[in-house]
């Protein structure tokens, strides 16, 4: 069965301490793999597709990056506001399923 | 600039209760998904509609029916509401397909007594 496991469930950094989320998939064929995130009593904004293994995707303080079982959102020198829940998605050629994990929490301290 | 409107925002039912749960977007997206998000748990696709006219279920479809009324619209009705289905619901739409990326409402928060 397709899975998306996120890691860890929630994260503390202080303001300008770099780290990494995880995402990882165990899926049939991956045709893309999204990131977005969510603040709370909000619906999820996208932030970013990856399709093949290898690619990464930028945005302001945030890389994204893929491998054939995982995928990292790395976030460098984090400000308060990054703080939010962020989940990601992949989608497979199964069906064209789309599976969510269930988020990774990330509050970043002053 | 809406995007994607979900009304209600709150709503408490009894269970039996039926009620529907509408959402609009004016983006001209062709499709549009129901999913409901629980603690500690992905997002879960309740139904999907590629585009006007047609709906297909998703991985927790029981319990719930849904209308593509038009291109705009998607609602998402529960015919006899049951604690179960207690959640944060949410819609969403994008361009053509599940490949682009989705945009969602700001959800409606359902309790069932």
């Known amino acids: 069965e397709d899975q998306v496991t996120q890691s860890p469930e929630a994260l503390r950094l202080q303001e300008g301490e770099s780290s990494s989320l995880n995402c990882s998939y165990t899926?049939?064929?991956?045709?893309?793999l999204f990131w977005y995130r969510q603040d709370p009593g909000k619906g999820p904004e996208f932030l970013f597709t990856?399709?093949?293994a290898g690619e990464e995707k930028e945005k302001e303080r945030l890389k994204a990056t893929l491998t054939k079982k995982e995928s990292f959102l790395h976030i460098t020198a984090p400000k308060p506001e990054d703080s939010a829940t962020y989940l990601c998605?992949?989608?497979?050629?199964?069906?064209?399923?789309?599976?969510f994990g269930a988020g990774t929490r990330l509050t970043v301290k002053p | 600039n809406a995007g994607v409107t979900q009304t209600p925002k709150f709503q408490v039912l009894k269970t039996g209760q039926s009620m529907t749960l509408q959402c609009a977007q004016d983006m001209n997206h062709n499709s549009m998904y129901w999913y409901r998000q629980d603690p500690g748990m992905g997002l879960r696709l309740i139904y999907y509609s590629a585009s006007e006219g047609t709906t297909d279920k998703g991985e927790v479809p029981n319990g719930y029916n849904v209308s593509r009324l038009n291109k705009r619209e998607f609602s998402l009705r529960l015919e006899s509401a049951a604690p179960s289905q207690t959640s944060v619901y949410f819609c969403?739409?994008?361009?053509?397909?599940?490949?682009?990326?989705?945009?969602f409402g700001d959800g409606t928060r359902l309790s069932i007594l």
């Open positions: 899926v049939s064929g991956l045709r893309g």
């Open positions: 990856l399709y093949s």
């Open positions: 998605a992949v989608l497979t050629y199964n069906n064209n399923d789309m599976r």
């Open positions: 969403a739409s994008s361009e053509t397909g599940r490949n682009q990326p989705q945009h």
